[in-house]
């Protein structure tokens, strides 16, 4: 019987997943401070669910990413183009590159019921929720000190030490944006920041306005016979 109950129950949430429009959960951080590491074990994880959105961008190639995967490459001809004639959900300059979210694959997502998820900065949050506002949730990720920043920015070695104490400049910019966020996830243990990534997921999906099937699930309950 009991296990019978579990089954009705996971049933019901893949219905109302179906039924519901999907949401964006957003990460943000300053450079080095772990959002894409934290997307990427998001994205890792069957049971997240979710879909990620990759973002264009007219900076080179790193040599530990994947074009198409990690982000789609274009020249900035390419990426006025895409801008001028709107097809972009966000964009931001970031360190003299422009990145971007193409419009027509995030709403064909939304509209089937799909979370997903963005790796973005503070301008493109903004620019995301000023547009889909209610269909947004935001998490801005914190190092646990700025020396460990700096510490992660040279262990990561693909920079130059202009270039990290550039970043560094702009990580006290992005850090200042940190009360516009939703939920904030000190990032000093990356297993710790998952689980706290994983429990604002499901918490968002429990969310009254996005159990699309309550109404009707209660009305149902209401109607049984509690006669044992």
């Known amino acids: 019987m009991a296990g019978q109950e579990v089954d009705g129950a996971i049933d019901r949430q893949s219905e109302q997943a179906a039924m519901r429009?999907?949401?964006?959960?957003?990460?943000?951080?300053?450079?080095?401070?772990?959002?894409?590491?934290?997307?990427?074990?998001?994205?890792?994880?069957?049971?997240?669910?979710?879909?990620?959105?990759?973002?264009?961008?007219?900076?080179?190639?790193?040599?530990?990413?994947?074009?198409?995967?990690?982000?789609?490459?274009?020249?900035?001809?390419?990426?006025q183009r895409l801008r001028e004639h709107d097809d972009l959900l966000e964009w931001a300059e970031v360190h003299g590159n422009f990145y971007g979210t193409p419009l027509r694959p995030v709403e064909k997502h939304l509209a089937?019921?799909?979370?997903?998820?963005?790796?973005?900065?503070?301008?493109?949050?903004?620019?995301?929720?000023?547009?889909?506002?209610?269909?947004?949730?935001?998490?801005?990720?914190?190092?646990?000190?700025?020396?460990?920043?700096r510490s992660r920015l040279e262990r990561r070695a693909q920079d130059s030490k202009e270039t990290i104490e550039r970043r560094l400049e702009n990580a006290r910019v992005e850090i200042e944006r940190w009360g516009e966020y939703d939920y904030v996830i000190v990032n000093e243990d990356l297993d710790r920041s998952l689980a706290g990534m994983r429990a604002i997921l499901t918490a968002e999906r429990l969310r009254r306005d996005r159990q699309t099937g309550l109404p009707d699930f209660v009305d149902g309950l209401l109607a049984e016979n509690a006669v044992g």
């Open 112 to 149: 089937a019921g799909t979370d997903m998820i963005f790796d973005i900065d503070y301008q493109g949050t903004r620019q995301v929720r000023d547009k889909l506002g209610r269909d947004v949730v935001t998490v801005f990720i914190l190092p646990p000190s700025m020396r460990e920043l």
């Open 21 to 79: 429009r999907g949401f964006i959960l957003i990460l943000s951080s300053p450079s080095g401070a772990g959002k894409t590491s934290l997307t990427k074990a998001l994205k890792a994880d069957k049971d997240a669910g979710l879909e990620v959105s990759v973002s264009v961008t007219t900076r080179p190639k790193r040599s530990n990413e994947i074009a198409g995967q990690d982000y789609d490459f274009i020249a900035v001809e390419d990426f």
